[in-house]
C-alpha cells in the first residue's frame, strides 16, 4: 500500500513537470521594479532623478575619493598614507592600472551615475504629466550627466560617451576629449533655461539655472573658450541671476553645517548623518560626508591626507587693513603656530579639535582643516554633516575676472577679485593697492589671480581643474614651478601624468578602447 501510494506521487510530479509552463517558473517579483513596470508615473520620474543624485553619496565620488584625485594629486595637499598604493596614486605612481580606490571605483560609478541619467532623459519623456514638472526634471538629467561626464574629461580624456541605457554586453567606443566636452555643453546649454532660478526649502540642493550656468562656464573655460564662459557668468554676476548670490560675511561659513545653502551656494552637496549605514545601494546607506575621516590628525582621523606647507607661508605674505594674518589660513589649515599667529581667536580655533598640538604624533605637519567638524566635536568618523560645495560664488567670481583678463579686460577684472579679497572676515585691502605692479598687464594679473584661486578655494577639488586649465601641467614651466611647492611633481612625467590611465580591465574587455598614451 505504501509502496503504491509513491508510486502515485511519483507519477504525479512527473506529469507535473512535463506539462508546467516555463512562465511558472518566470515569476516576477512585485517589490522589485524593472524598466517594464517601472516608469508609469510622475513619481517613479521623481524617484529615477532622486536615484542619480543620490550617487554623490558613494566613497568614489564626493563623499571620500575623490579629493585624493583633485586636492591631494594637486601642489595644494599630499598623503602619507600607510596604505602605499594609495599614497603612490597621488605622487604620479600609477603601477597597477587597475588600483579600485584611485581609478576603477571612479570609472565605474561614474558610469553608473551617467547610466541612472541615461534611465531618466530615455524613458520619463513617455510618461504623460504636466511639461514643466517634467521638462525640470529631465533637465536636472542631463546637468548630472554633464557634471559626471565633465570629471572624465578632466581625469581621462578619451573615454566612451553613453546616452542611452546600456547592456551589460554593451561596448561602447572610445570618444576624444573635445567630443566628451561637446557632449557637456549639449547637455547643460539644454537644461540651463528649463531649470528654476531657484528652489522652495523642500528642494534645496536641486541643479538651478545658476548652477547649470557655472558649469558650463566652468567647461568652456576649461577648453580656452573665454567669450563662452564670461557670457553664461555674466548672468550670475551682472545680469537678471546676480539676485540670488552673494558673498557670506563669515568665511567659515562655507564649510559647517550650520549655515548651509547659504547667498554664496550655487550648487551644494547635501550630507547628512542621518543615516549611518554602510556605502551601498540600500535605504540605510550612509550620506555622511567621509573625507574628514582620512584627512583628520592622528588620532581624531586616519590622516591619509595632509595640506602642503606653502600654503601657510603664502597666506602669511600679506597683511589685513587691520594689520592682522589672513584669517583664511585660521579656517582652512590645522598649524603648530596657530596660537601664535592668531592670538584673539577663539580657544577652540587654535586648538585641534579641543587639544593641544601633540608634539609626539604631529610633529611640524600640516592638516587640512577645511570642512572639518572640529567647531562642534572631538573626533572624526564616516558620517560628518557638512554639506560639500560644489561650486562656490567666490569661485564665479574670481573665474569671471579671470574670463576678464583673457578676454583683455583687465581693468574690469579687478572689482571682482577685491570682491572676495574684501570679505568682511578676509579684510584684504584691494588688489591693486595691494600689487600695483601689476597695472593692465595681463600676464601678471593671470599668475597673481592664480595665487588668489588657491588661497580662496584650496582643498574644494578645483585645483587640478585649475593647473590643467593654466598648462601648468602640459608645460615644463608649469612641472617645474609646481615642484617647488610640492616634491611629488619630481616624479610627474610630461606628456602622460595630465591625465590618468584607464582601468586595465575596461581596456581588456572592450575591443573599441584603447589605453591613454603612452601608459
Known amino acids: 500500500m505504501k509502496n503504491s501510494k509513491l508510486y502515485i506521487l511519483i507519477a504525479v510530479f512527473t506529469l507535473s513537470g512535463i506539462g508546467c509552463s516555463e512562465d511558472l517558473l518566470d515569476v516576477e517579483n512585485p517589490n522589485t521594479p524593472i524598466v517594464d513596470n517601472f516608469w508609469k508615473t510622475e513619481a517613479d520620474a521623481e524617484m529615477g532623478l532622486n536615484a542619480a543624485y543620490n550617487m554623490f553619496y558613494k566613497p568614489s565620488t564626493w563623499t571620500r575619493w575623490i579629493y585624493f584625485r583633485y586636492d591631494l594629486s594637486s601642489d595644494e595637499g599630499h598623503s602619507t598614507s600607510p596604505w602605499g598604493e594609495l599614497a603612490d596614486w597621488t605622487r604620479f605612481r600609477y603601477f597597477n592600472y587597475n588600483f579600485w580606490d584611485g581609478n576603477n571605483w571612479h570609472w565605474r560609478d561614474f558610469y553608473k551615475a551617467i547610466f541612472r541619467t541615461n534611465q531618466v532623459i530615455t524613458y520619463v519623456p513617455e510618461i ?58 549639449e547637455d547643460l546649454n539644454w537644461a540651463k533655461d528649463r531649470l528654476p532660478d531657484e528652489w522652495d526649502d523642500a528642494n534645496l540642493g536641486r541643479a538651478t539655472k545658476g548652477a547649470a550656468k557655472a558649469l558650463l562656464a566652468r567647461a568652456y573655460a576649461q577648453q580656452k573658450k573665454y567669450p563662452q564662459a564670461q557670457a553664461e557668468l555674466e548672468w550670475l554676476v551682472t545680469g537678471d541671476g546676480k539676485q540670488y548670490y552673494g558673498l557670506v560675511d563669515d568665511y ?41 575621516q582620512f584627512f583628520a590628525p592622528g588620532g581624531i582621523g586616519w590622516q591619509d591626507g595632509k595640506a602642503r606647507a606653502w600654503l601657510i607661508d603664502e597666506y602669511k605674505k600679506e597683511k589685513t587693513k587691520d594689520g592682522k594674518n589672513d584669517r583664511r589660513l585660521l579656517n582652512n589649515i590645522f598649524y603648530k603656530q596657530a596660537y601664535k599667529d592668531f592670538p584673539d581667536a577663539a580657544n577652540n580655533d587654535t586648538l585641534v579639535y579641543n587639544r593641544p598640538w601633540n608634539n ?17 566635536r572631538d573626533r572624526e568618523d564616516y558620517h560628518a554633516p557638512n554639506n560639500f560645495r560644489f561650486i562656490r560664488y567666490a569661485d564665479v567670481l574670481l573665474l569671471y575676472a579671470e574670463m576678464l583678463n583673457e578676454n583683455g579686460q583687465t581693468a574690469d577684472a579687478y572689482e571682482y577679485v577685491n570682491r572676495v579679497r574684501e570679505r568682511a572676515s578676509t579684510n584684504l585691502p584691494k588688489l591693486e593697492d595691494a600689487y600695483p605692479e601689476i597695472g ?80
Open 360 to 376: 609626539d604624533d604631529w610633529g611640524n605637519e600640516t592638516f587640512i582643516k577645511k570642512y572639518s567638524t572640529y567647531y562642534y
Open 440 to 519: 593692465n598687464d595681463a600676464a601678471l594679473f593671470r599668475k597673481r589671480l592664480q595665487m588668489e584661486r588657491s588661497l580662496e578655494l584650496c582643498f574644494e577639488a578645483v585645483r587640478w581643474m585649475d593647473l590643467k586649465r593654466w598648462n601648468m601641467l602640459s608645460t615644463q614651466s608649469g612641472i617645474d614651478e609646481l615642484r617647488t611647492r610640492d616634491v611629488d611633481f619630481d616624479n610627474f612625467v610630461l606628456g602622460k601624468n595630465h591625465r590618468l590611465p584607464i582601468p586595465q580591465i575596461e581596456v581588456d574587455n572592450n575591443i573599441y578602447l584603447d589605453q591613454n598614451t603612452p601608459y
Open 252 to 292: 567659515r561659513d562655507n564649510f559647517t553645517h550650520n549655515k548651509e545653502n547659504n547667498i554664496e551656494s550655487v550648487f551644494e552637496i547635501q550630507f547628512s548623518d542621518r543615516n549611518k549605514g554602510n556605502d551601498g545601494d540600500n535605504l540605510s546607506a550612509s550620506m555622511g560626508f567621509q573625507r574628514t
Open 128 to 185: 504623460p504629466f504636466d511639461e514643466g514638472r517634467r521638462d525640470r526634471i529631465l533637465a536636472q538629467a542631463r546637468f548630472i550627466r554633464a557634471l559626471y561626464y565633465f570629471q572624465i574629461a578632466l581625469l581621462w580624456e578619451d573615454a566612451p560617451i553613453v546616452l542611452a541605457p546600456s547592456k551589460p554586453d554593451d561596448q561602447p567606443e572610445q570618444r576624444t576629449e573635445a567630443e566628451i566636452w561637446a557632449q557637456v555643453e
